[in-house]
């Protein structure tokens, strides 16, 4: 049971259930909560989620949100070569920050 805090025009907030639409093997947890929650689970275990990353467009999204070049795709190239290799930038360009 997720809560949340609604806004209330004539004062201090209201507290709601989320009454989205719970998903099976999402821990009784609608979409958007059930992400917030991986989140959690990832940074409270100080997981890298990078090596799961098996698809080219997400990881040069990833690039691209922080302005950083995309390279392009070599001749010859295999998807999984070139996905290591957007890998291999992700980690110099955006390093992950150190956890205490």
């Known amino acids: 049971r997720v809560m949340l805090q609604k806004e209330n025009p004539g004062g201090a907030p209201i507290d709601e259930e989320c009454g989205d ?25 100080n997981l890298d ?30 998807e999984e070569d070139y996905c290591e290799r957007l890998r291999q930038c992700i980690r110099d360009e955006l390093p992950l920050q150190e956890r205490k």
């Open 21 to 45: 639409i719970v998903q099976s093997g999402h821990a009784g947890l609608c979409e958007k909560h059930y992400k917030e929650y991986l989140v959690y689970k990832v940074n409270q275990n």
């Open 49 to 78: 989620p990078l090596p799961m990353c098996r698809e080219s467009g997400p990881l040069g999204a990833m690039l691209l949100r922080y302005d950083k070049k995309v390279p392009e795709l070599n001749n010859g190239e295999t």
